[in-house]
Every structure is written in structure tokens, then in C-alpha cells.
């Protein structure tokens, strides 16, 4: 077996092989509840609920929503931060056997408007501020029910206060509608019980949306089972169980944060930190007062923490493990990281992990007390992965770089209402598995450790989130000055990664830093902010291929030749 996958000479402890029980999320989190009825399943933001109440809130939400019309496949759009109601939500309408896609909160109206058209929604929740969005849209399938909450909704009184003297009173009243109910409302009336709905283990649970090269991104298919491995693989690997926490910074429309800050959690009984909005200072402010077990975040987080001064006189032996992903990590970042971790008398690494929203997140990670410079570590139990010679099913020996190719229970249903985009990213190989091409390259090391290198989908990462080139030059094209555009990632020192626009207009004489700006405010009143252009840079015309594509490599190549020594283009 070890001949085969080597790196199971380096699990440990953790055990190879684990069991995953045939039952759907619901079911998962009730049977924890039964197990630790008054261990706390969550905490935000001072408000906590013991397993027993979670579950209740959880019944009477799909009571609620049972009695709004959601049945056993239909779809319901959650955008929301991290929050109760997000988690409420998503386990009641599992509960129902009904599937909610799950979608940022800032998202813009023609965003919004195409999760709604890609998941057939007709319920959604989000918060009370964004009621605007979510008004004028209109999609081929109207909202019937537009369900609103507080952030206050879960606050205590004094905390009601303090956010409605500086928040509150500056969100607009919401009209008069009749789509419109109000969750606090729903939550306290009582509905008729329901019982759960007739679904399995291996039905879809939830619809994230990842990156595609058509302009929006597609809609990721994951089942109860998807989520219960992941779950159950995330907490094995950093001996996450009853009695221990973890912060969930990461957003819950995110696979790492469902995935892993939330569900993860909620699989054996920890508890979850809700963090509904995210700065450095709040969680180095966490680190303080909540003292998680587990931290996982993005480069650019831990390279903020170091230089946070309240966290230099903090006791940090709290931590029992931390986790970096979703892009490089500089190997400074690391060892400051821990150099700070140690001098406040706690003792983990900052190990790096790989994962993608086709398989929830998180499919391997570095064993706990190993480190392997510039590894993305091991497969997860159970996960098995390859190097594959690009557009084959041919293994690669160790050391050749490839395309890196997943299977195992993780591993999505495929993706939504895109059955051509599906069969090439799930492929049977002569194993008689399916396996997800990642379109990522990499290498894999003798001992099974497995090395990322590029991307071969085109996929921007700014500070931890996707940016998709082909939605953004989707949005330029339609501006009138813009002849053609090409959107590019170009390096930066705080987010990795920053969206870059090379654009041609077509009257060359309005190439100015007014256009620019237009073009900028144009993208930011349809896009998500870190979709948007950072600056845009004028050409006369744009590199194009053999084929005639235009070549993206080459004007990264090019860009990357004039910066100067402050890493910003001349």
C-alpha cells in the first residue's frame, strides 16, 4: 500500500482509513447534539448556544421554512456573513432535503442576480442592508420570499445598543413588500413540525460557486457526504474534537470556512467562533479573549499578525495548530509566525494546505510536525492524488510536473446544469475512479509530498479570495470606450496578487487617468470590490497567440520586466 502511496509513511497518529457514516448533515449535527447536548457549538460575538439549542433553532427554522414553501430540491440563496442565521439556515434547509447555494454578501445586483438565475432560487436570506440588491433584480425565476435579518438579531442588549448608535441607525428602512419576512419574526411564531425530508447521504447539500472561463463563476454540485468526509478528514488530521474551537474567519459561502471552520467543527463536537467581518486587529483581538485551538487563514492574515502589537505580550499556548492556505506562503511569514507563536509560549508550526471548491476545500496539508519547504503536504485519509501528464490520464513518475489529479469521498457531484464542463473535470481512470483534474500543475516527491507550481486555469488570488479575468473582462467589453481588455494577476506585497486590467480603447487619445477611473467605477458598480482593477494600464494593441487569443502570459511576462524596486510598474 505504502509502495503505492507513499505517504502514508508520514500520517502518524492519524489514522489512514476513516468511516464515514451513511446520514445527511442534518442528522450529523443532531447526532452531535445528542452526544454533547450542552457543549457550545458556536460563539459570536459574545453570544453563545449549547449543541441542544443549535439544534432546536435549527428545527424551528425548517419549520419556518417549510411553511414559506421549501420542499425537498428546491434551492435557497444564503447571503450572509458568517454568522447564526447563516449556519441555522443552511442545516435547516438541509433538513428539508432542500439545497442552499451559498453566496457573499457584497455581492453587486447583476451578481446576485446570476447566483439566483444559476441555482433557481426562489427563497433568499440575507441581511436588512442589502434589501436594495436584492429589490430590483430581476431574475427568470422572481424571489417570492425575501427573507431579512440583523447582525443584532444574535447580539445582547448591551451589544444592540452599541451597534445600532454606530451602524444601525445609518441602514435604510425597508419598504413596504410583500416578498419581505423578517427571521426574527419566523423564529419566534410557531409553524407546523416537519418531519425531515426524504434525501441520503450522497443527495446535493449545498451549490458554492467556483471559477470558470466563460465570464461568471459555475456552480459546484457538493453532496452531504462531501461535506461529512471533509469534516471528519479536517478535524483527524489536527486532532480536532469535544472541548476545542476553532476561528471562523474564513467567509461560510467559502468551502474552507463551510467546510472546515464551521462544519468541521460541528462534525465532533468543537466549537465555532462565528467572525462575521475580518480584519487583523479583530483577530489578533480573538487570539486574546476566545484563545481558539485552531487557526487557519491566508498568507496575508499571519504576515498581519506579526506586526500586531497587542498580540506581543498574549499567551499563545492556546494554539494546537495553524494552517495556511489558498496561496503561498513566504517561508518569512512562517518563521516569524512561529518565532512570534513561540516567544509567547506556544509551540505550532504554520503548516501550508491544498484544497478547491470542487472538492469542499482542504484535500491535504502538511502532517502536523513536519515541514517540507515549499510542500503543499499529503493527501488527506482516504484522499488519493496523482501527477498527471497534462490532457492524459498518464501517471508521472516523482519529480516530473504534471497536472495534479484528486479522487476520494470529497471530490464533487460535479458542476451545476454543466455537464460539458463536468465530464472534463471528472474523468474515470484505468482504476475505475473518478478523478477531478484540478487544472493546477505540481510535483509530487518520492515520499508522496506534493508540490504546487502554477495554475492552469486562469484564476486570480488576491489576498485568499478568486478572482476570475474572464468574469472582469467581461464587465470591461461592455463599456463603450473599451476595444479589448485582458485581466491579469501581478504581484503585490499585501495581497499576493492584484487585479491588473490591460485595456485598449477604442479612441487611443482617451488613454487618461480620468478614463481610468471611469473604468475602475464601472467594474466596482458590477463586481465584487476585489474583483475590480487596481489600476489599468493603456496599449495600443495586445499580444496575441498563434491562434489568436490574446496572450495574458506575455503581458504578465512584460509587466513583470518594468517593475522597479518597489514592485509597482513603471
Not at 461529512?228 to 468551502?255: D, K, T, Y
Amino acid at each position: 500500500m505504502t509502495q503505492s502511496f507513499p505517504w502514508l509513511r508520514s500520517y502518524g497518529t492519524v489514522s489512514t482509513g476513516l468511516t464515514y457514516p451513511e446520514i445527511t448533515l442534518y442528522q450529523a449535527v443532531a447526532a452531535t447534539a445528542a452526544r454533547v447536548p450542552d457543549a457550545l457549538a458556536w460563539d459570536f460575538l459574545d453570544t453563545t448556544s449549547t449543541y441542544r439549542a443549535f439544534v432546536a433553532s435549527i428545527d424551528a427554522c425548517a419549520n419556518a421554512l417549510a411553511a414559506l414553501g421549501l420542499r425537498t430540491g428546491d434551492r435557497i440563496l444564503i447571503s450572509m456573513p458568517t454568522s447564526p442565521q447563516a449556519a441555522i439556515a443552511f442545516y435547516a434547509a438541509n433538513k428539508l432535503g432542500a439545497v442552499p447555494a451559498l453566496i457573499h454578501p457584497l455581492s453587486t445586483a447583476p451578481e446576485i442576480e446570476h447566483y439566483l438565475n444559476a441555482s433557481r432560487a426562489r427563497i433568499a436570506l440575507t441581511l436588512d442592508i442589502f434589501y436594495d440588491r436584492f429589490a430590483s433584480l430581476t431574475p427568470k425565476l422572481p424571489i417570492e420570499v425575501l427573507i431579512l435579518t440583523r447582525i443584532p438579531d444574535y447580539l445582547s442588549p448591551l451589544k444592540k445598543v452599541g451597534f445600532w448608535l454606530t451602524k444601525g441607525r445609518n441602514i435604510p428602512s425597508v419598504p413596504a413588500d410583500a416578498r419581505v419576512r423578517w427571521w426574527a419574526e419566523l423564529m419566534a411564531a410557531t409553524h407546523a413540525p416537519v418531519r425531515r425530508g426524504e434525501t441520503s447521504a450522497h443527495a446535493p447539500a449545498a451549490i458554492l460557486f467556483s471559477g470558470g472561463t466563460t465570464g461568471m463563476p459555475k456552480g459546484v454540485l457538493l453532496s452531504n457526504r462531501n461535506f461529512i468526509a471533509e469534516g471528519m478528514q479536517a478535524a483527524a488530521w489536527c486532532a480536532m474534537g469535544e472541548g476545542h474551537s476553532i476561528l471562523a474567519i474564513i467567509p461560510i459561502f467559502h468551502g474552507f470556512g463551510l467546510g472546515v471552520c464551521v462544519n468541521a467543527a460541528f462534525m465532533v463536537g468543537a466549537k465555532a467562533i462565528l467572525v462575521p467581518t475580518f480584519s487583523a486587529a479583530i483577530v489578533a483581538k480573538l487570539l486574546r479573549t476566545k484563545r481558539p485551538n485552531l487557526l487557519v487563514g491566508v498568507p496575508t492574515l499571519y504576515a498581519a499578525l506579526i506586526d500586531d502589537a497587542s498580540l506581543q505580550r498574549v499567551d499563545l499556548s492556546c494554539l494546537r495548530a495553524t494552517f495556511s492556505g489558498a496561496d503561498t506562503l513566504p517561508r518569512p511569514v512562517k518563521e516569524r509566525f512561529e518565532r512570534l507563536v513561540a516567544e509567547r509560549g506556544g509551540r505550532v508550526k504554520l503548516l501550508e494546505g491544498y484544497g478547491l471548491t470542487e472538492a469542499v476545500t482542504a484535500i491535504m496539508a502538511m502532517p502536523i510536525d513536519e515541514y517540507r519547504e515549499g510542500s503543499i503536504g499529503i493527501p488527506f485519509p482516504d484522499m488519493l492524488a496523482k501527477i498527471c501528464r497534462v490532457g492524459t490520464q498518464e501517471a508521472l513518475p516523482p519529480g516530473e510536473e504534471g497536472e495534479i489529479c484528486v479522487a476520494g469521498p470529497t471530490v464533487m457531484l460535479g458542476y451545476l446544469d454543466d455537464p460539458d464542463a463536468t465530464r472534463q473535470a471528472l474523468r474515470i481512470h484505468a482504476d475505475g475512479r473518478t478523478w477531478l483534474h484540478t487544472g493546477d500543475l505540481g510535483k509530487m516527491d518520492a515520499d508522496g509530498f506534493f508540490y504546487f507550481t502554477v495554475r492552469l486555469k486562469r484564476v486570480i488570488k488576491s489576498s485568499g479570495f478568486n478572482v476570475y479575468p474572464a468574469q472582469v473582462e467581461a464587465v470591461l467589453y461592455r463599456h463603450p470606450l473599451v476595444a479589448e481588455a485582458c485581466v491579469a494577476g501581478v504581484p503585490d506585497a499585501m495581497q499576493v496578487e492584484r487585479v491588473h486590467a490591460f485595456v485598449v480603447l477604442k479612441d487611443p487619445a482617451q488613454g487618461n487617468a480620468d478614463t481610468e477611473r471611469a473604468l475602475i467605477e464601472y467594474c466596482r458598480a458590477q463586481l465584487i470590490k476585489w474583483s475590480c482593477p487596481r489600476e489599468i494600464e493603456f496599449r495600443t494593441q495586445l499580444p496575441k497567440t498563434r491562434v489568436g487569443k490574446i496572450d495574458y502570459t506575455l503581458l504578465v511576462q512584460e509587466y513583470a520586466a518594468r517593475r522597479d524596486n518597489r514592485g509597482r510598474a513603471r
